[in-house]
């Protein structure tokens, strides 16, 4: 099963762009949907978006128009181009290869995003 590790986050002001990165390894990348998840403290991880192996998009609502998701099946690399971040999107992002979160056995460390109003 191909294996990610999440990267990018940091602190950021409202209105301001941030990207992540999501970097695989193992065989069979490309057939994958890769999505993007995040996590509040003491939340349920919610899903923010995905992108399938044909390039395909879905988002969710909260983010749709503000948030692009985009892969490179040659580098492995899947990324979350993150603009006009509103406080409300301080969490832990996670990168995962279903965009069905129960379907996940393996999550990675994530990475911090933090939005300053």
């Known amino acids: 099963q191909v294996r990610l590790v999440e990267s990018g986050g940091g602190l950021v002001q409202t209105g301001g762009s941030l990207t992540l990165s999501c970097a695989a390894s193992?065989?069979?990348?490309?057939?994958?949907?890769i999505a993007w998840f995040r996590q509040i403290l003491g939340e349920e991880r919610k899903f923010v978006a995905a992108?399938?192996?044909?390039?395909?998009?879905h988002y969710a609502d909260s983010v749709k128009g503000r948030f692009n998701i985009s892969r490179d099946n040659a580098k492995q690399m899947v990324y979350l181009q993150m603009n006009d971040l509103k406080p409300e999107d301080t969490a832990v992002y996670y990168c995962?290869?279903?965009?069905?979160?129960?379907?996940?056995?393996?999550w990675g460390r994530g990475t911090q995003v933090t939005v300053s109003s």
């Open positions: 992108i399938g192996y044909a390039g395909g998009t």
């Open positions: 995962a290869p279903s965009m069905v979160k129960k379907a996940v056995t393996t």
């Open positions: 193992g065989r069979l990348f490309h057939s994958y949907t």
